[in-house]
């Protein structure tokens, strides 16, 4: 007779787990399907109490575009996010091989100071950035935000990354050398590809937090064809008359992308923020 080499959980219990598994997304998808609810709303139903519209309008989607500079702001933000995260791996590449692989001296105090910036708010900087940022001449730029996302992402970037080339074997670049390549070559062969999901990882947590910026956004730039994605949906608040289901359409926009994004490279994600917790 076998013996049974692992345990079995009891069909309660899977139902169980199963069950409140998918109340749980359920629960967190609520208020996105509110959302296309509500931009697919009539403007005549909008103080109805239901949760359903009566028809769905696609009209809030359309206007958006025509009558808001959602594109322009979409276009900006695209290129704000994309340029932040390429500075951020330029700066944050090197950095993260260095503190892993060169024990140096104040290497523990860079890297403490490393992690103190990441607990500083934007919002407690934002009359400092200002300043200084008129005293360059970049205020109301795409560039003033992609060098301000990137500052504040650095940190977290290079934390992920040093931690996933800190636990790849340091015998496979020395191996590498060994055959004639020399240490920029060793990185750029051996070293790097094999820490692309830590990389992914920076880059699209990077991406996501430039992504949803608004505070910087808002107090670094003015004319509202170089703002953001999200403060031209703030934009879309009237003082005096709100039209929601075109805010709520221009939401969708903005979390479209997002979420396209994330569910291609989600893989990379959890094994990027699992690195260096098992050697």
Known sequence: MSTPTARTRPRGTTVALTVTAWALAALFLLPYVLVVLTAGRPSDELRDNSYLPSRFDWSAFTKVWTDTTLGQNLSNTLLIAGGSTLLVLLVALPAAYCTARVRFRGRTAFLLLVLVTQMFQPTALQVGLYREFHALGLLDTTAVLMVANAAFNLAFAVWIISAYIGSIPVELEEAAMMDGCGR????????????????????????????????????????????????????????????????????VVAIVPVVILFAVIERHVVSGLTAGSVK
């Open 184 to 251: 920029a070559r060793a990185l750029l062969r051996v070293t790097l590809p094999l820490a692309m999901p830590g990389i992914v990882t920076a880059v699209i947590f990077t991406f996501i937090a430039a992504w949803n910026e608004f505070i910087m956004g808002l107090t670094l730039t003015t004319s509202p064809e170089r703002q953001p994605l999200t403060v031209g949906i703030n934009n879309m608040i009237g003082a005096y008359s709100v039209q929601w289901n075109q805010v709520f359409a221009a939401s």
